[in-house]
C-alpha cells in the first residue's frame, strides 16, 4: 500500500524535482547554481499536499516568497553575531505564528522555519546573496512548474490516491468492527483502534470533499468526475451506516454467550472489508473489477442462520435477540448495497443514478479557510495555544544555536533543524517524536555506517540519497521514526561526498539531533506549556453544538420523509467533522504527562457520551432515510425537544455568554409512555399471529415492529444521553468554569 499512497508519489514528485536541476547543471559544469535551486525545491515541498491546483499554487508561491525573504534577511544579519540572534528570533517567532491559519498555514509556517536553518549551514559573499536567493526562488518557480505539469500529465492523480486510500481505511475499519462483535477481553485496544480510524477518515473526507466537489464547480460534470464523487458519496454513506449501527457490547455479552451466533456477522464484515481494500488497488492500477459472488453468498448464509436461529429460539423470549441479529442483518445487507454500488461505478458510471447537487449546494459542502490578517491578530495573545507555540519555539532555537555554538558543535543548525522539526503545541506529541527521532537516527546512522565499512563508491553514495529522499518524504505522515531512518541515511550520504572522514558525520549527526531531542521536550514542558485540558473547552461546546444541529436535522427528516435534503447532510457532515475533532484532541490529552491529564476520567466521560450520541443519530436517521416509516407523532417530538433542551443547557454551562432558548413540550414521562405502548400493541399483536398459526412475519409488520423498537429505544437512550451530556458538563463546569 506503501508504494501506491499520495505521499509516494508527492516523493518521488519532489525527488525528481530536486534531481534535474542538480544533474543538468552538473553536466554543463555550474552545480554551484543548481544547488540553491535545489533548496528551493526542498524548502517549498511541504506545499504540495492533497488538495486543488489553485490551492497549491498558493501555497507554493508564498512559501517561494516567504523562505526568499527569510534567506535575504538571515544572510546579511550574519555580519554580526547579536544581529543574528536577534533576527533568528523574530523571523522564528513570526514564521511559526502563521500556523495559525490551519493545515496549510502550518506547512508554510515549516518551509519558513526551515529556511533559517539552512540559511545558517551556507555562507554566501555580499554580491552573491543577491545571486542566492535569486535562485531559491528559481528553485520554488521550478517546483510550480513541476507539479503543474505533472498535474496536467495526471490531472486525477491526488484524488484516484486519496480515494484509493480512503477505500483501504474504510475496509479496515469494517474490518476491525467485525473482531468487536465477537472479542470479549481484546476489547479496549480495537476501540481505541476505531476512534482513530475514524478520525483519519473524516479528515480523507473533508480533503476529497475539496477536491472533487471544488473541481466541480470548476469544470462542471464529466464521466470520471462523476464516477470519483459517486464513490465518495459511497464511502461516507459506509461510515454512517457503520455509526448508525450502534451496539451496546454488554449486552451482546449478555443476550449471546455463545459467540457462535455471532461469528457469521464477523465474517460478512472481515468479506466486505477485504473486498474495499481490494478495490482500492483496482482503483489506482485502473484494472477492471472482476465479478464474485461471495459478499451475496456471505449474506444468504447469514440469512439462512437466523432462520435457524429463530426455529431453535423460544418466543417471545428470545424476541430481543433475533431483532438484534435481524437489525444486524439489514445493516450487513444495506453494507454489502454500497461496496457492490461500488464495484458497478468502477466498472460503469452510466448505470448508477446521477448527482445533480447545484452550484450553491456544492459550496456549502466543502469547508471554506478564512485567510485574513484578523486572524493572525486575534492570535497575539497568551493564551493563545499558537502563540505560546511561536515563543516556546523561538526560546528554543536561540537557546539551542547559542549553545552549540559557544560548545564548538560542528554544525550548530542541525540541533535547530531537530527543534523545527519535533516541536509541536502539545507536548506529548513533541515528546512522541522526540522518541521517534532519536530511534530513527540511530537506526538510520548504523544502517548508513554499514553501508560505508562496505563500500567508498560515490556512486552507491548517491544512488542510496536519492532512494532514501524519496523514501523519507513518502513517510513523513505515515511513520515519523521510519521517516528520521532515512533522512539520516540522506544526509550522511550527502555530507560523505565531500567529507573525506564519513564517521565524523554520523557521530555529530547522531549527537546533534540528542542534542536537540532533549531541548524540544524540556522546553514543552517548561516554557509555558500548553496542556491539552485546557485547550477542550471550546471543542466539547462546538461538538454539542453540531450534534443538536444534526438531532434537529433528523427531525426535519422524519417529518418531510425527504431523503435527498440537503440540510441533513450538511448537518451531518458537521457532526462527524466535530466528534472527530473531539476524539482527536482526547487522544492529545492521553499523551501529555499523567500529571497533566486533569480529570481525565470525566474528560473521557464526556467524549463517549458525545461519540455514543452521534452514533444513536446515526442510527436513528439511517434508519429513517432507509425505511418507510410511519407518520411522525406529537411525542417524538416532545422527545426531540426534551433532548435539544439538554444540550442547549450544556452549550450555556460552556460559554457564559449565551441564553438558552428551551423549548416547550409534552410531558416527557407521558411521551415516553405512549411510544413504549406503540410496539407493546405491535408485539402483542405479532403474538396473537404466532399463536394463530402465522409463524412467517409478513415485511410490514417486520417494519413496523423494527421501526416501533428501533424509535423508543433510540429515543429513550438519546434522552438519558442529552442527560448525562448535562450532568458531566456541570461537572466540567464546576471544575474548570468556576
Same mark, same amino acid.
Given at each position: 500500500?506503501?508504494?501506491?499512497?499520495?505521499?509516494?508519489?508527492?516523493?518521488?514528485?519532489?525527488?525528481?524535482?530536486?534531481?534535474?536541476?542538480?544533474?543538468?547543471?552538473?553536466?554543463?559544469?555550474?552545480?554551484?547554481?543548481?544547488?540553491?535551486?535545489?533548496?528551493?525545491?526542498?524548502?517549498?515541498?511541504?506545499?504540495?499536499?492533497?488538495?486543488?491546483?489553485?490551492?497549491?499554487?498558493?501555497?507554493?508561491?508564498?512559501?517561494?516568497?516567504?523562505?526568499?525573504?527569510?534567506?535575504?534577511?538571515?544572510?546579511?544579519?550574519?555580519?554580526?553575531?547579536?544581529?543574528?540572534?536577534?533576527?533568528?528570533?523574530?523571523?522564528?517567532?513570526?514564521?511559526?505564528?502563521?500556523?495559525?491559519?490551519?493545515?496549510?498555514?502550518?506547512?508554510?509556517?515549516?518551509?519558513?522555519?526551515?529556511?533559517?536553518?539552512?540559511?545558517?549551514?551556507?555562507?554566501?559573499?555580499?554580491?552573491?546573496?543577491?545571486?542566492?536567493?535569486?535562485?531559491?526562488?528559481?528553485?520554488?518557480?521550478?517546483?510550480?512548474?513541476?507539479?503543474?505539469?505533472?498535474?496536467?500529465?495526471?490531472?486525477?492523480?491526488?484524488?484516484?490516491?486519496?480515494?484509493?486510500?480512503?477505500?483501504?481505511?474504510?475496509?479496515?475499519?469494517?474490518?476491525?468492527?467485525?473482531?468487536?462483535?465477537?472479542?470479549?477481553?481484546?476489547?479496549?485496544?480495537?476501540?481505541?483502534?476505531?476512534?482513530?480510524?475514524?478520525?483519519?477518515?473524516?479528515?480523507?473526507?473533508?480533503?476529497?470533499?475539496?477536491?472533487?466537489?471544488?473541481?466541480?464547480?470548476?469544470?462542471?460534470?464529466?464521466?470520471?468526475?462523476?464516477?470519483?464523487?459517486?464513490?465518495?458519496?459511497?464511502?461516507?454513506?459506509?461510515?454512517?451506516?457503520?455509526?448508525?449501527?450502534?451496539?451496546?457490547?454488554?449486552?451482546?455479552?449478555?443476550?449471546?454467550?455463545?459467540?457462535?451466533?455471532?461469528?457469521?456477522?464477523?465474517?460478512?464484515?472481515?468479506?466486505?472489508?477485504?473486498?474495499?481494500?481490494?478495490?482500492?488497488?483496482?482503483?489506482?492500477?485502473?484494472?477492471?473489477?472482476?465479478?464474485?459472488?461471495?459478499?451475496?453468498?456471505?449474506?444468504?448464509?447469514?440469512?439462512?442462520?437466523?432462520?435457524?436461529?429463530?426455529?431453535?429460539?423460544?418466543?417471545?423470549?428470545?424476541?430481543?435477540?433475533?431483532?438484534?441479529?435481524?437489525?444486524?442483518?439489514?445493516?450487513?445487507?444495506?453494507?454489502?448495497?454500497?461496496?457492490?454500488?461500488?464495484?458497478?461505478?468502477?466498472?460503469?458510471?452510466?448505470?448508477?443514478?446521477?448527482?445533480?447537487?447545484?452550484?450553491?449546494?456544492?459550496?456549502?459542502?466543502?469547508?471554506?479557510?478564512?485567510?485574513?490578517?484578523?486572524?493572525?491578530?486575534?492570535?497575539?495573545?497568551?493564551?493563545?495555544?499558537?502563540?505560546?507555540?511561536?515563543?516556546?519555539?523561538?526560546?528554543?532555537?536561540?537557546?539551542?544555536?547559542?549553545?552549540?555554538?559557544?560548545?564548538?558543535?560542528?554544525?550548530?543548525?542541525?540541533?535547530?533543524?531537530?527543534?523545527?522539526?519535533?516541536?509541536?503545541?502539545?507536548?506529548?506529541?513533541?515528546?512522541?517524536?522526540?522518541?521517534?527521532?532519536?530511534?530513527?537516527?540511530?537506526?538510520?546512522?548504523?544502517?548508513?555506517?554499514?553501508?560505508?565499512?562496505?563500500?567508498?563508491?560515490?556512486?552507491?553514495?548517491?544512488?542510496?540519497?536519492?532512494?532514501?529522499?524519496?523514501?523519507?518524504?513518502?513517510?513523513?505522515?505515515?511513520?515519523?521514526?521510519?521517516?528520521?531512518?532515512?533522512?539520516?541515511?540522506?544526509?550522511?550520504?550527502?555530507?560523505?561526498?565531500?567529507?573525506?572522514?564519513?564517521?565524523?558525520?554520523?557521530?555529530?549527526?547522531?549527537?546533534?539531533?540528542?542534542?536537540?531531542?532533549?531541548?524540544?521536550?524540556?522546553?514543552?514542558?517548561?516554557?509555558?506549556?500548553?496542556?491539552?485540558?485546557?485547550?477542550?473547552?471550546?471543542?466539547?461546546?462546538?461538538?454539542?453544538?453540531?450534534?443538536?444541529?444534526?438531532?434537529?436535522?433528523?427531525?426535519?427528516?422524519?417529518?418531510?420523509?425527504?431523503?435527498?435534503?440537503?440540510?441533513?447532510?450538511?448537518?451531518?457532515?458537521?457532526?462527524?467533522?466535530?466528534?472527530?475533532?473531539?476524539?482527536?484532541?482526547?487522544?492529545?490529552?492521553?499523551?501529555?504527562?499523567?500529571?497533566?491529564?486533569?480529570?481525565?476520567?470525566?474528560?473521557?466521560?464526556?467524549?463517549?457520551?458525545?461519540?455514543?450520541?452521534?452514533?444513536?443519530?446515526?442510527?436513528?436517521?439511517?434508519?429513517?432515510?432507509?425505511?418507510?416509516?410511519?407518520?411522525?407523532?406529537?411525542?417524538?417530538?416532545?422527545?426531540?425537544?426534551?433532548?435539544?433542551?439538554?444540550?442547549?443547557?450544556?452549550?450555556?454551562?460552556?460559554?457564559?455568554?449565551?441564553?438558552?432558548?428551551?423549548?416547550?413540550?409534552?410531558?416527557?414521562?407521558?411521551?415516553?409512555?405512549?411510544?413504549?405502548?406503540?410496539?407493546?400493541?405491535?408485539?402483542?399483536?405479532?403474538?396473537?399471529?404466532?399463536?394463530?398459526?402465522? *409463524?412467517?412475519?409478513?415485511?410490514?409488520?417486520?417494519?413496523?415492529?423494527?421501526?416501533?423498537?428501533?424509535?423508543?429505544?433510540?429515543?429513550?437512550?438519546?434522552?438519558?444521553?442529552?442527560?448525562?451530556?448535562?450532568?458531566? *458538563?456541570?461537572?466540567?463546569?464546576?471544575?474548570?468554569?468556576?
Amino acid at each position: 500500500m506503501f508504494l501506491k499512497s499520495s505521499n509516494f508519489y508527492r516523493g518521488v514528485l519532489q525527488t525528481i524535482a530536486v534531481i534535474i536541476p542538480l544533474a543538468s547543471f552538473n553536466a554543463f559544469g555550474y552545480i554551484t547554481y543548481a544547488i540553491p535551486i535545489a533548496i528551493g525545491v526542498f524548502l517549498n515541498a511541504p506545499g504540495n499536499t492533497p488538495g486543488t491546483l489553485k490551492r497549491k499554487t498558493y501555497s507554493i508561491l508564498i512559501g517561494t516568497s516567504l523562505v526568499m525573504a527569510v534567506t535575504l534577511l538571515m544572510s546579511f544579519a550574519k555580519i554580526n553575531f547579536l544581529l543574528l540572534i536577534a533576527t533568528i528570533a523574530v523571523l522564528s517567532f513570526l514564521s511559526a505564528l502563521i500556523s495559525a491559519y490551519g493545515f496549510r498555514g502550518s506547512l508554510i509556517a515549516f518551509s519558513g522555519l526551515l529556511a533559517i536553518v539552512l540559511s545558517l549551514s551556507k555562507d554566501v559573499t555580499e554580491f552573491g546573496i543577491w545571486l542566492h536567493v535569486g535562485l531559491i526562488g528559481v528553485g520554488g518557480l521550478w517546483f510550480l512548474f513541476v507539479v503543474s505539469v505533472f498535474y496536467w500529465l495526471a490531472p486525477k492523480k491526488d484524488e484516484d490516491q486519496l480515494l484509493s486510500e480512503t477505500l483501504y481505511s474504510t475496509g479496515s475499519y469494517l474490518k476491525i468492527r467485525g473482531k468487536l462483535l465477537v472479542e470479549k477481553e481484546n476489547r479496549e485496544p480495537l476501540l481505541n483502534e476505531i476512534l482513530k480510524l475514524q478520525t483519519q477518515l473524516n479528515e480523507k473526507h473533508e480533503v476529497l470533499r475539496e477536491l472533487l466537489l471544488s473541481e466541480r464547480l470548476k469544470s462542471g460534470r464529466s464521466h470520471f468526475d462523476e464516477k470519483r464523487v459517486l464513490i465518495f458519496i459511497s464511502l461516507v454513506d459506509i461510515l454512517e451506516l457503520a455509526l448508525a449501527n450502534t451496539i451496546d457490547y454488554n449486552k451482546i455479552d449478555l443476550i449471546f454467550e455463545n459467540r457462535k451466533a455471532l461469528k457469521k456477522f464477523k465474517k460478512m464484515n472481515i468479506t466486505m472489508g477485504k473486498h474495499l481494500q481490494v478495490l482500492s488497488e483496482i482503483l489506482v492500477h485502473k484494472k477492471k473489477v472482476q465479478s464474485k459472488k461471495d459478499l451475496l453468498v456471505g449474506l444468504s448464509q447469514t440469512l439462512k442462520f437466523i432462520e435457524k436461529h429463530i426455529k431453535n429460539t423460544k418466543l417471545p423470549e428470545g424476541r430481543e435477540g433475533i431483532l438484534i441479529l435481524r437489525n444486524l442483518y439489514d445493516y450487513q445487507e444495506r453494507q454489502v448495497a454500497k461496496v457492490r454500488a461500488i464495484r458497478r461505478i468502477m466498472n460503469n458510471v452510466s448505470q448508477e443514478e446521477k448527482i445533480t447537487l447545484k452550484r450553491t449546494e456544492v459550496q456549502q459542502f466543502i469547508t471554506t479557510e478564512n485567510y485574513s490578517i484578523r486572524i493572525l491578530l486575534q492570535h497575539f495573545t497568551i493564551q493563545s495555544p499558537i502563540f505560546r507555540h511561536s515563543l516556546r519555539l523561538t526560546i528554543a532555537i536561540v537557546i539551542g544555536f547559542i549553545f552549540g555554538t559557544l560548545v564548538g558543535v560542528k554544525n550548530p543548525y542541525w540541533i535547530i533543524l531537530t527543534l523545527v522539526v519535533l516541536m509541536r503545541p502539545s507536548y506529548g506529541l513533541t515528546k512522541e517524536r522526540a522518541i521517534n527521532r532519536i530511534i530513527g537516527t540511530l537506526i538510520g546512522a548504523t544502517c548508513a555506517t554499514i553501508i560505508i565499512l562496505i563500500t567508498t563508491n560515490t556512486i552507491v553514495y548517491m544512488v542510496l540519497a536519492a532512494i532514501s529522499l524519496t523514501i523519507a518524504f513518502s513517510l513523513l505522515q505515515q511513520s515519523y521514526r521510519s521517516a528520521a531512518a532515512f533522512i539520516t541515511v540522506n544526509i550522511i550520504f550527502i555530507y560523505a561526498l565531500f567529507e573525506p572522514n564519513s564517521f565524523i558525520v554520523v557521530k555529530y549527526r547522531v549527537l546533534d539531533t540528542i542534542i536537540g531531542a532533549i531541548l524540544a521536550v524540556i522546553a514543552n514542558y517548561v516554557l509555558w506549556p500548553t496542556w491539552e485540558f485546557m485547550n477542550l473547552k471550546p471543542i466539547i461546546s462546538t461538538t454539542i453544538q453540531k450534534n443538536r444541529a444534526y438531532l434537529l436535522a433528523i427531525k426535519n427528516l422524519y417529518h418531510t420523509k425527504d431523503t435527498s435534503n440537503l440540510n441533513y447532510k450538511i448537518a451531518r457532515k458537521n457532526a462527524f467533522l466535530g466528534i472527530s475533532n473531539l476524539n482527536a484532541a482526547f487522544q492529545r490529552m492521553t499523551q501529555d504527562p499523567k500529571s497533566k491529564q486533569k480529570e481525565v476520567g470525566l474528560i473521557y466521560e464526556i467524549v463517549s457520551l458525545n461519540n455514543t450520541f452521534i452514533s444513536a443519530l446515526a442510527s436513528t436517521g439511517s434508519f429513517i432515510q432507509n425505511h418507510e416509516t410511519t407518520t411522525s407523532s406529537e411525542y417524538f417530538d416532545a422527545f426531540i425537544s426534551h433532548i435539544e433542551n439538554q444540550l442547549e443547557n450544556s452549550e450555556v454551562l460552556l460559554d457564559k455568554d449565551r441564553q438558552a432558548v428551551i423549548k416547550q413540550h409534552l410531558s416527557i414521562e407521558t411521551a415516553q409512555e405512549k411510544l413504549k405502548n406503540s410496539y407493546d400493541i405491535l408485539s402483542n399483536k405479532r403474538d396473537q399471529q404466532i399463536k394463530a398459526g402465522q *409463524t412467517i412475519i409478513d415485511k410490514q409488520m417486520r417494519t413496523q415492529l423494527q421501526e416501533a423498537l428501533l424509535i423508543n429505544n433510540q429515543l429513550t437512550w438519546l434522552k438519558t444521553l442529552s442527560e448525562d451530556i448535562h450532568k458531566s *458538563t456541570k461537572k466540567y463546569n464546576k471544575i474548570f468554569m468556576p
